[in-house]
């Protein structure tokens, strides 16, 4: 089997794990706040087919970041609408870091779990499984806590500015998606990527500090 078919198979799991991990925290979040939307419209769940958005699945396939599908969230159900978001919003780069920290401290005890070129098979496929669980939680938490709408970032960052600021994310909310998009097509096409260049050394060191690993 071609080297890079078997590395992606290895990431199926990791994937639909971290990103419906992160959705669900939304959503759980949002309803012990106050909101029941999540519940209500069938995404307090876990199961990936309710929260798998394609694009931002496949986006983690190429560049290892990447999104779901956004839980629906009632901004007015909140006792305190700008911090009740902001917490929810938080949840979910949160969630991920947790689920980081817990494979990162499997390695430590057992560093023998590492993927090393002298393994085959099976055993070199689940420890793929176990490292790509880290390096895609990292790698989803770190992203989604970039400010830009619609990414978790913009809604925390929503969270701490004066109510006469607020506007700057609302208005970014028209253009977010086509600035990311972009952002990705021109790394493609260059060979630059700034979403490399600045947060790949950060996500890197975290990866460093879970588990002791350095990639």
Do not use: C
Request: aromatic share 14%; glycine share 10%.
């Amino acid at each position: 089997m071609n080297s890079q078919i078997f590395q992606y198979m290895a990431m199926v799991v990791p994937i639909l794990l971290s990103l419906t991990v992160h959705e669900y925290s939304h959503g759980y979040v949002a309803w012990r706040l106050g909101d029941p939307t999540a519940k209500n419209m069938g995404r307090l769940t876990l199961n990936p087919i309710s929260h798998i958005d394609p694009i931002g699945m496949l986006m983690l396939f190429i560049v290892g970041m990447g999104w779901a599908k956004p839980v629906p969230i009632n901004v007015n159900a909140f006792n305190n609408p700008k911090r009740d978001m902001a917490v929810s919003s938080a949840a979910g780069p949160l969630s991920n870091f947790i689920m980081a920290a817990f494979i990162g401290l499997i390695y430590r005890l057992a560093p023998q779990l590492q993927p090393l070129q002298a393994d085959a098979g099976v055993t070199l496929f689940l420890k793929l499984n176990l490292f790509y669980f880290l390096f895609i939680n990292v790698g989803l938490g770190v992203f989604n806590l970039i400010p830009i709408p619609p990414l978790d970032g913009s809604k925390i960052l929503r969270g701490f500015l004066p109510d006469s600021k607020v506007y700057i994310i609302d208005y970014l909310e028209r253009y977010g998606v086509f600035l990311i998009l972009g952002i990705f097509l021109i790394g493609r096409l260059t060979g630059f990527s700034i979403f490399s260049r600045f947060l790949g050394p950060l996500i890197s060191g975290l990866i460093r500090f879970f588990s002791g690993i350095n990639v």
